[in-house]
């Protein structure tokens, strides 16, 4: 993808992409990012790095660091359930716990690092609305469609050279009014991508 001019859209909130190699600025969470906090209010918007605390929390709990610096749980033990009480963040502003930047409820923090990536896909749309456009959607279902599926759906229809695939497992579909700018395979997503 290096070379290639493209934007993730992803309700994924766990990195994967990142890890994978792709750029962060051309990606956005939009349903949050498991690697913030937030206020569990929250009494402000502000998200706050994570992974010193949760390491910390980790190692409460029994886990050791493997070489690379990843964390692992030793050999027939088991993790504790529980961190001491010291250790769990709460808000700088309110003192209230915090809790994971994720959109599970009202109390979900848009901090401006998540205004600025949705200003910059909202122009990265509008600079290709007019061009050859590949709206990739892998492995999306239906608990939460409007974000991607449908948007992709919508686009794709008013959009003169947009092409819509859908690569899923079980519910790879596309509407009738989009059928002749789709293609839709259903198969297991790891095995598409190697035959590609």
Same mark, same amino acid.
């Given at each position: %993808?290096?070379?290639?001019? =493209?934007?993730?859209?992803? /309700?994924?909130?766990?990195?994967?992409?990142?890890?994978?190699?792709?750029?962060?600025?051309?990606?956005?969470? /939009?349903?949050?990012?498991?690697? $913030?906090?937030?206020?569990?209010? &929250?009494?402000?918007? #502000? /998200?706050?790095? #994570?992974?010193?605390?949760?390491?910390?929390? !980790? +190692?409460?709990?029994? =886990?050791?660091?493997?070489?690379?610096?990843?964390?692992? $749980? &030793?050999?027939?033990?088991?993790?504790? %359930?529980?961190?001491?009480?010291?250790?769990?963040?709460?808000?700088? +502003?309110?003192?209230? &716990?915090?809790?994971? #930047?994720?959109?599970?409820?009202?109390?979900?923090?848009?901090?401006?690092?998540?205004?600025?990536?949705?200003?910059? =896909?909202? +122009?990265?749309?509008?600079?290709?609305?007019? !061009? *050859?456009?590949?709206?990739?959607?892998?492995?999306?279902?239906?608990?939460?469609?409007?974000?991607?599926? =449908?948007?992709?759906?919508?686009? /794709?229809?008013?959009?003169?050279?947009?092409?819509?695939?859908?690569? #899923?497992?079980?519910?790879?579909?596309?509407?009738?009014?989009?059928? *002749?700018?789709?293609?839709?395979?259903?198969?297991?997503?790891?095995?598409?991508?190697?035959?590609?």
């Amino acid at each position: %993808m290096k070379d290639k001019d =493209y934007f993730v859209l992803t /309700t994924n909130v766990d990195h994967r992409f990142q890890k994978a190699g792709f750029d962060k600025h051309r990606l956005f969470y /939009t349903q949050g990012d498991y690697g $913030l906090f937030q206020c569990s209010r &929250p009494c402000h918007q #502000n /998200t706050y790095a #994570n992974e010193a605390v949760i390491r910390e929390m !980790m +190692k409460a709990q029994g =886990y050791g660091i493997d070489t690379d610096g990843t964390l692992i $749980l &030793p050999e027939g033990a088991a993790p504790k %359930m529980m961190v001491p009480s010291d250790i769990v963040p709460h808000c700088p +502003k309110c003192g209230e &716990p915090m809790s994971m #930047n994720l959109r599970a409820d009202h109390a979900f923090a848009e901090d401006e690092g998540w205004y600025l990536v949705s200003e910059r =896909y909202a +122009k990265f749309l509008c600079r290709h609305q007019n !061009m *050859k456009v590949l709206f990739l959607e892998a492995a999306v279902g239906f608990n939460t469609p409007t974000i991607v599926k =449908y948007s992709f759906w919508r686009m /794709t229809r008013e959009w003169k050279d947009a092409v819509y695939v859908c690569l #899923n497992y079980g519910e790879a579909c596309a509407p009738d009014e989009i059928e *002749k700018k789709s293609i839709c395979i259903n198969g297991d997503i790891g095995e598409v991508l190697d035959q590609l």
